[in-house]
């Protein structure tokens, strides 16, 4: 169901356009305004893991990826803590979609006393 609302396109302009009308006059916390997505370097979208009826997606602008990069650090090191309520579904760059290239793990043994 989630994907019918979903552009065909995963482009940019087809997800701000999806975004605008489905929220219309609508708010939620910490929507940003048209001109603020258009000017963010870094935009995500994002969609509730709790099912709804309107199954709205909202967007989040950052300044760089780094505020996406400690999301999924949090994620990863604190989900047995409070689970997620929204799952990212895209991160654009400038317009342009991109994807996690890699995740790097490093261990390092404990120094016993």
Do not use: C
């Not at 099912?51 to 909202?58: A, L, N, P």
């Amino acid at each position: 169901m989630w994907s019918r609302l979903m552009p065909n396109q995963d482009d940019f302009m087809s997800m701000v356009q999806l975004h605008e009308r489905s929220w219309g006059n609508q708010t939620y916390t910490g929507r940003p305004t048209l001109k603020q997505i258009m000017d963010a370097p870094v935009v995500t979208i994002w969609r509730p893991i709790k099912e709804d009826k309107q199954q709205r997606f909202t967007i989040k602008t950052h300044k760089s990826t780094d505020d996406v990069e400690q999301y999924m650090t949090k994620l990863l090191f604190r989900a047995h803590i409070k689970l997620p309520e929204e799952r990212l579904v895209r991160v654009f760059v400038n317009h342009k979609q991109v994807v996690v290239k890699a995740v790097r793990i490093l261990f390092q043994e404990l120094p016993t006393d």
